[in-house]
């Protein structure tokens, strides 16, 4: 069941990165990233309480962050950048 979901979402996240949408490329991968999140804790039976729910916030902002942290870096690459 756990494989199913992240290959699900592996998969959504893929298509998502081939045709990228300007504006979206942030806002569905997100959405996605929190869907397989809440769906794992659901298998495991975790109820989302307000600590779990900032645990949740903290981790995407700060892939988010990453994220953009590594396109600004590769702006400075000059082969892949």
């Known amino acids: 069941m756990d494989e199913r979901l992240i290959c699900g979402a592996a998969i959504l996240n893929g298509i998502i990165a081939v045709e990228?949408?300007?504006?979206?490329?942030?806002p569905l991968p997100l959405a996605g990233r929190v869907r397989m999140?809440?769906?794992?804790?659901?298998?495991?039976?975790?109820?989302?309480?307000?600590?779990?729910?900032?645990e949740l916030?903290?981790?995407?902002?700060?892939?988010?962050?990453?994220c953009f942290l590594a396109r600004q870096l590769a702006k400075?690459?000059?082969g892949p950048g």
């Open 20 to 26: 990228p949408v300007p504006g979206l490329n942030i």
């Open 57 to 66: 916030l903290t981790t995407i902002a700060g892939g988010v962050g990453l």
């Open 37 to 54: 999140a809440l769906r794992i804790a659901a298998i495991y039976s975790e109820s989302l309480s307000v600590c779990h729910a900032k």
């Open 76 to 78: 400075f690459l000059s």
